[in-house]
């Protein structure tokens, strides 16, 4: 692991710790983002209407969450997301050392939202599962501008904040505290979605 790398872990343990989420700028270079794109636009991801709810319970209601999604098997994943998933393998294994964590294993989804769409307030774990324990985005818009909306709006006890969804950043949040909701944009939206586990991912809900 570089010193750069290692810095940005760092800053995002520490953020964690002390507040419950971290923004890392530039956690994938811009050539990086780029050869994901190229992935999106071969059509070789087959994205679907995102649901809400966990397993059995799950359905779909655009009142709430109008994204598309396709999970990604890490062992068929381009090469492109093989990179991003390494770090993400880094990065558990730096923040369970600093942390003093039990993290194990993480899912990850790309995700499209289409222009006017949005996802409503909502905290990501689930009532009947509690085995996600922090958020990960990693964004994929480039050139982003304010005006055009997107942000990841974060509720706080007395306050809340808008994260811009600019490509390259990484925001990681605790999912079992921090309710947030992704606001509409005016053109489409693009991101690596995913959680950080304390256990074995599984694939049977996929």
């Known amino acids: 692991m570089d010193v750069a790398f ?7 343990a520490d953020g964690i710790a002390e507040n419950g989420y971290a923004i890392i700028d530039n956690f994938l ?10 992935e999106f636009k071969t059509g070789m991801l087959q994205f679907k209407k995102a649901g809400i709810g966990h397993k059995q319970e799950k359905q779909i209601n655009e009142g709430i969450r109008g994204d598309y999604i396709q999970w990604i098997d890490r062992t068929t994943a381009a090469q492109p997301l093989q990179i991003y998933l390494l770090r993400l393998n880094e990065l558990i294994s730096f923040v369970n050392q600093a942390l003093y964590l039990s993290l194990k294993d993480f899912e990850i989804h790309s995700t499209v939202y289409p222009v006017g ?3 409503r307030r909502h905290l990501d774990q689930f009532k ?30 007395d306050t809340e904040l808008d994260i811009m969804p600019e490509a390259g ?4 949040f605790r999912s079992d505290l921090l309710e947030h909701e992704v606001l509409p944009a005016t053109r489409e939206r693009l991101s690596l979605t995913g959680w950080i586990l304390d256990q074995h991912a599984d694939l049977r809900h996929l």
């Not at 950043?169 to 990681?172: E, F, I, M, P, T």
């Open 29 to 38: 270079a811009p050539d990086e983002v780029d050869a994901i794109l190229d």
């Open 117 to 119: 769409t949005y996802y």
């Open 6 to 12: 290692s810095d940005k872990l760092n800053h995002l």
């Open 169 to 172: 950043r990484l925001v990681c």
């Open 128 to 157: 009947k599962d509690d085995h996600r324990k922090l958020s990960v985005i990693c964004y994929l818009n480039k050139d982003w501008k304010e005006s055009e909306g997107g942000q990841l709006r974060i509720y706080f006890a």
